[in-house]
């Protein structure tokens, strides 16, 4: 957990704390969230039950540009991409296929993809956005607690706000004064919700 | 004769002249498994002839070790299939003790997360109680245990030996009503067990159930059963060839005082109850067989001599 600048496990049960550390760096390792969490405060209460975790964002503004995934080749009336990274290629595709029509892209392999007398220059191709990772981390962090938490823990509340989460899940009807809870865990990091 | 629980590791070639004297020996191969140009056997072989096995494998360059699980049906329950519990812990358990002989069945309950929700239907408690010892692997908090286990043990009569994540002096004090065996340390956790201490743990709970099954096993030999499952299982392939056919890995899986036939009950319930063991006696008279929860396979319980008043 060197990356994190805070993190605690809270739980009146000692033992079941160190385990609830171990198993919360494991998952977040796991699905590589550790570099973009700054703070992580949980707190589990087995007797009411409750597992709060409550934490703050590393703010992440790049996008992923054509020019990062690709190098772009120049040619005689055409545009040859060499692809290094597949991971936004799909939705790449799709913005050339919006942007200059599907007879002017092709896909001649896997790690090739060729562009066919655009009206644009190599350097304006490169800078093309084609995808925010910040978009798709909500839905990984909520997932991500729901395998930390207790799996019985099924009733879920979860807020993602300007770079701030909450993550409250419980076995029971969520208690109206959850609000002050989370609000006293984000006290515990120096932070408010 | 004692018959000890064993396993054969060597070499494909001529294995053949081991798996031969051991039957000629009064032993029986329990499972066979040939793994590219090795083979592995668990078997149960006369306590005094160990030493001959080894001497006459020494050529082939096999190698006889103790497996005190082999003969053996345990039951992993884990509280459910999701990600929390699998593949670490369940998986990882239910493989190391199948590593040692026995043969592990996960038994995955459908209402086992939580603590007010948990529950236990009475299928799962069947399954359970059809193994020769169930492993019940909880989680990290011994509030939970303590609230669970009650509903979670209620109407399970086989031997039970309780993992959990606080340790054992507080799962002794915590479980109730009290089980056979106890393992602390080893609760709910993600990641593998591949460290020395974590496969520590793993023997532990090899121990443990060791310990159980080996007082099962004494108490089972104050009242002999009337014939030896492993002899049965012999029996079957011999008499019900339909067995041969079927794809699963242990078609015949031996238990401490039975057998699974992995056969459908109401074809060849029948055939079984009239098969011939020796001298006119038929394995209804010497056992019950009953229809299994589990899918619809057949479930021989080896009755004992005090019932029958026959050992053959």
Redesign the interface.
Known sequence: MLAVEYFEVECPEPVGAEYYKQITNDVLLDHNLLKVIEKLHVYIDPKVPVFIAVGILKPITNVVRVGDIANVNPQEGKMTLVITEETYLASMLKIFWERFGKDKVEQPDRFTVVLYDVPVAAKEIEEIVIGHPSESLNKDLIYAFRCVAPEGFRLRSERFDKGKFSFVASENTLVENIDELVKAKFALMGETP | MTLVPVTYKGGIYQHDIVTDLIEDLGGYVVQKHVLAQEVVLQCFVPRDDIELIREISRPLFGEVTDSPLVGTEIAVVS??L????LPHPSCDIAEYVRRIGAKSNMVSLARG??????GLNDEERDVINEHDIAVYLM??????IEHKMPILLRGIEVPVVVCG???KE?LIRIVDPPVEGYVGGV?????RTKEADQLDKLDEIIAEITRVLEKKREDLAKDPLSVSPARLMNLIRERVPAILEVTSPTPLTVQLAGLRVKLPYDTFAPALRAMEIEDGITLGDVAAIEPSRMRDYILVKVLPFSETNTVI
């Open positions: 509280m459910s999701e990600i929390h519990h997360p939580g603590k007010r929700i948990t989680g990290n908090f011994e509030t939970c994540g606080p340790d507080t609760g709910r956790f993600m990641r």
